[in-house]
């Protein structure tokens, strides 16, 4: 399970979360709703904007693609039509990287950031108290040697791997598959099921991923009803 993660965790914010795994941090943070710019604005729904800040430098094109992956994916959970003519703004910052990923160029694979990210800004949504379809766990499968597999392990351990970035809703709809490298149709199923067994678990159970983001959320809704109870 993930090393560090904790919901609240920037100040003036209107929801922040950070979120450890796989080698990486990322600490998020959600403006919204708030009033977009006229030439943005949606009559029927809100607008999503999504920034991804690297660990350092300036962002290049592989942020640019990572900012249109997450988009998408947030825009099929959050209930969008609750904020007419409203912006909703995250913004995603790589804090820490694995030690195989330190002297990463553009060219290189992005896809094992993307569990981290997505995981990062589903909580940051959820402490930001914005409505959600459903909830969702995202991890990284790694496919080598034909049919073996591992989730949740660093790509570079193995040359010629193929590997999975994949996410599945609490009710085992998959919400994302991006890949890289050669497998089979075979192999792709092996990925899928290993990715939903990691994610949700083989049933309802908090040893899940989702389970142990679900306890997360359940946490920090849990305290700010227990400080609006006690406010009033």
Not at 137 to 146: I, K, N, Q
Not at 194 to 203: D, R, S
């Amino acid at each position: 399970m993930p090393s560090a993660n904790n919901l609240s965790v920037l100040p003036h914010t209107d929801g922040s979360a950070i979120y450890s795994a796989n080698g990486f941090a990322i600490t998020g943070s959600v403006y919204g709703p708030i009033e977009p710019l006229r030439r943005d604005e949606q009559p029927e729904e809100c607008v999503v904007e999504v920034f991804v800040r690297p660990a350092s430098g300036p962002g290049g094109v592989r942020e640019r693609h990572l900012e249109t992956l997450v988009k998408s994916t947030l825009r099929a959970v959050l209930i969008l039509t609750d904020h007419p003519r409203c912006l909703i703004q995250v913004t995603l910052q790589v804090v820490e990287v694995p030690d195989t990923m330190k002297d990463a160029t553009q060219a290189d694979s992005f896809l094992p950031v993307i569990p981290a990210l997505l995981c990062t800004a589903q909580l940051a949504l959820v402490d930001a108290g914005l409505p959600l379809r459903t909830t969702f766990a995202s991890t990284l499968v790694v496919a080598f040697g034909g049919t073996k597999l591992a989730a949740g392990l660093d790509l570079y351990r193995w040359e010629g791997a193929s590997v999975h970035a994949v996410a599945f809703t609490s009710t085992g709809e998959m919400l994302l598959c991006e890949s890289e490298g050669r497998c089979s149709f075979q192999v792709m199923k092996n990925v899928w099921a290993l990715g939903k067994v990691t994610c949700l678990g083989v049933e309802p159970s908090s040893l899940s991923l989702l389970g142990h983001l679900s306890s997360m959320m359940q946490d920090s809704v849990r305290k700010k009803m227990e400080w609006t109870i006690s406010g009033n």
